[in-house]
């Protein structure tokens, strides 16, 4: 089993900054790639970013792309999501999950990953 910690949501001003945290740990040798997701009220679970945690190959969806990075420490079991620019319509919960797609391209919807944290509250005050 792998446990995932999502860490680093919170109250953000329209334009400003936020970087997520997720701290994984428990079985994690045979998941590959990390991906960041987000859920709006009355919304779909949407992907934001992913990456693998051997080349650090990326994906990001249209909607954040040049806004946010997501980026890992294998030393640390940790991967990141750097959020640049917040708009109101970013507000959601996070979710970061773990997946065992050998790379990104087979990971882009929420039934490819397997695992999944409980969730931090991103809220974007205009």
């Known amino acids: 089993q792998v446990h995932l910690v999502e860490s680093g949501g919170g109250l953000v001003q329209a334009g400003g900054s936020l970087r997520l945290s997720c701290a994984a740990s428990g079985r994690t040798f045979n998941r590959s790639v990390m991906g960041w997701f987000r859920q709006a009220p009355g919304k779909e679970r949407d992907i934001l970013a992913a990456?693998?945690?051997?080349?650090?190959?990326?994906y990001y969806a249209d909607s954040v792309k040049g806004r946010f990075t997501i980026s890992r420490d294998n030393a640390k079991n940790t991967v990141y999501l750097q959020m640049n620019s917040l708009k109101s319509e970013d507000a959601a919960v996070y979710y970061c999950?773990?997946?065992?797609?050998?790379?990104?391209?087979?990971?882009?919807?929420?039934?490819?990953?397997?695992?999944w944290g409980q969730g931090t509250q991103v809220t974007v005050s205009s």
């Open positions: 990456i693998t945690w051997s080349t650090s190959s990326t």
């Open positions: 999950a773990a997946s065992s797609a050998p790379t990104t391209y087979f990971a882009k919807r929420p039934e490819d990953y397997s695992d």
